[in-house]
Structure formats: structure tokens, C-alpha cells
């Protein structure tokens, strides 16, 4: 099963280029069962990993980009009135697809926003009382600049918690950038029209499987749970992490560890997701950056 990791990783860096640990991530995200929140300016490939995942496992893709006047039923879908049959027909939104894009998801209002909470969670929406399951696998990836901010929403609390990570892609270095421009030139670079499958969905969800099965030590777990904790009793902090957040550091492991071709997580698998898993669920208080304080809390927590 490790080598079709292996595609699938070689295949998403056919059109992205340098960003391998981004790439890892999106794929812990994917394997764990949970979603992704990218935050980046734009134009450094955000959409681009999002469309070349969903070739890359042969699912459905949707993309919506979010903004101020977009409705809930334009995410859920909606039903409609069918004069041939005299009846209500329900017409799916996009979140009936395997890898969903919310483009720029703090453009769009509260409301709307919070029609992604339910699908995120349940993998069901419900329209007029009546819930529909979306596809599975189901995978949303969404993006915010995180430097606009006229006509946009923040995420709330809860929002900001259902997804098991957030991430940026950065600018690439010059020399990434170069052999971009080079790749370019050449014709070289992966266009996503050219893209093939590598797994099927199938096989996501046996990855998804085995990640469960990653064997966790009880002393990891009490690594874990010191590691947020701490988050909760730090003064730096207004909001410590969540329950959900310390399941999905330990789903995250799981997925990483499988990634990296093993069958337990490791300490190191923690320290490395932690600033990832933990950062977007903190309030830091007094200006704090929430990542300044989780790299504090990795150095100050040891490993028993």
C-alpha cells in the first residue's frame, strides 16, 4: 500500500514544484479523514494542488469561490420545481464531490460559511429538513489570503476546528523558481489536463483504513496530551485547543506515520504536525503569534 503513496506523491509534484512537505501534508490531511485549510497569498499553487489531488485519485472535483453574496444553497444545492413531473427535484450543490475547493472561504458570509460545518463533520448536507450523503472519500480544501482584509469573514471558532490542519505553500526559492520557469519553457511541467489517476477512491479509503490502524504508545498519547493541555492553561493563550484538535493530532500521526512507511507514530511525527494541527485552533492573547507559541510549548514539554 506504501507504493501507491509513492505515486500519488510523485504524481502531485509532476505540477507542483518544491513543495514537498506541502504535499505531505495536504496527503495527511486526506489519509486522516479531515481537511485542509491553506492560508497563502495568491498565485503560489493553491488551487493547482487541489485540482491535481482530485485527478491524482480519479474523484470528483468542485471548486467554489466564496464571496459575499454567495448562499448556502449554492454549496448544499437546492430543490427545485420540475413542471414535467409535478414535483420537487434536488439539483446537488457542489459539496457532492470527493475533493471540494472553498476558494477564499473567509469572502463568503457567516451564514454561508456555516453550511460547510455540517457536510465537514457529518459528510451529509440537509436541505428542507432531508439529509443527503456527499460522495466518500470526502476531502474539502480551503483558502484564505491572509493579508485581505476588506469585505472578508473571519472563521469562527468552530470552523477554524474541523479542519485537521492548516498549512501555506510560501513563495518557492529562486532556484524552484527558475526550474519552474524552465519546466515551463520546456513544456515540461505537468499540465493538470494531462494528469492520470494513480489510486482510485477505493484505495484512498483502504489508506484511510490502515491509518487507523497506526499503533499509538499510551506514552505518545500522554505526549499528546500535554502538548494541549498546556495549550489551555498558558497564559499567552485566550483559547487552548479543543478535544477535536488532540483526536486529530493523533489521527494526523497515524496518517504521517503510514506516510513515512511505518506502522507506529513517533515523537517526531508529533513535533512535526503539532504547529500544523495545533496553531489554527489557538486565541493567543497580547498579540502573540499562535505558531511562535506552540514551537514554545514543543520545547518546554518533553517526552516521557
Known amino acids: 500500500m506504501t507504493d501507491?503513496?509513492?505515486r500519488l506523491t510523485e504524481n502531485l509534484a509532476r505540477t507542483i514544484v518544491g513543495k514537498d512537505d506541502a504535499i505531505r501534508l495536504v496527503l495527511v490531511a486526506l489519509i486522516s479523514g479531515g481537511h485542509a485549510l491553506l492560508e497563502d497569498v495568491p498565485g503560489v499553487g493553491k488551487t493547482l494542488l487541489a485540482k491535481s489531488l482530485a485527478r491524482s485519485v480519479n474523484g470528483k472535483f468542485q471548486r467554489i469561490q466564496c464571496t459575499p453574496d454567495l448562499l448556502p444553497s449554492d454549496i448544499t444545492g437546492t430543490n427545485i420545481w420540475n413542471p414535467n413531473s409535478r414535483e420537487f427535484e434536488f439539483l446537488e450543490g457542489p459539496a457532492f464531490a470527493n475533493v471540494l475547493l472553498a476558494d477564499e472561504i473567509n469572502r463568503a458570509t457567516p451564514r454561508t460559511q456555516s453550511a460547510l460545518l455540517e457536510v465537514m463533520e457529518e459528510q451529509q448536507v440537509t436541505v428542507d429538513g432531508q439529509p443527503r450523503q456527499v460522495p466518500i472519500p470526502f476531502f474539502v480544501i480551503a483558502t484564505q489570503n491572509p493579508i485581505e482584509y476588506q469585505g472578508t469573514f473571519p472563521l469562527p471558532e468552530a470552523q477554524m476546528d474541523r479542519f485537521t490542519l492548516s498549512l501555506t505553500l510560501g513563495y518557492?526559492?529562486?532556484a524552484e523558481e527558475l526550474q519552474m520557469l524552465q519546466r515551463q519553457q520546456a513544456k515540461t511541467l505537468g499540465d493538470i489536463n494531462d494528469l492520470e489517476p494513480c489510486i482510485?477512491?477505493?484505495?484512498?479509503l483502504e489508506l484511510q483504513r490502515l491509518a487507523s490502524q497506526v499503533k499509538v504508545t499510551t506514552a505518545l498519547q500522554q505526549y499528546m496530551l500535554n502538548l494541549v493541555r498546556a495549550s489551555r492553561e498558558d497564559d499567552e493563550i485566550a483559547?487552548?485547543?479543543s478535544p477535536r484538535g488532540t483526536v486529530a493530532l493523533q489521527r494526523a500521526s497515524q496518517a504521517y506515520a503510514l506516510i513515512q512507511q511505518r506502522d507506529y507514530a513517533t515523537p517526531d511525527d508529533v513535533k512535526f504536525l503539532a504547529p500544523h494541527v495545533?496553531?489554527?485552533?489557538l486565541i493567543p492573547s497580547g498579540g502573540k503569534q499562535a505558531r511562535?507559541?506552540?514551537?514554545?510549548?514543543l520545547r518546554t514539554i518533553s517526552v516521557e
Do not use: A
Not at 200 to 204: A, I, M, N, T, Y
Open 4 to 6: 501507491r503513496i509513492s
Open 200 to 204: 482510485s477512491l477505493e484505495e484512498v
Open 239 to 241: 483559547l487552548g485547543v
Open 292 to 297: 511562535t507559541i506552540v514551537d514554545r510549548l
Open 172 to 174: 518557492p526559492s529562486e
Open 278 to 281: 495545533l496553531s489554527h485552533r
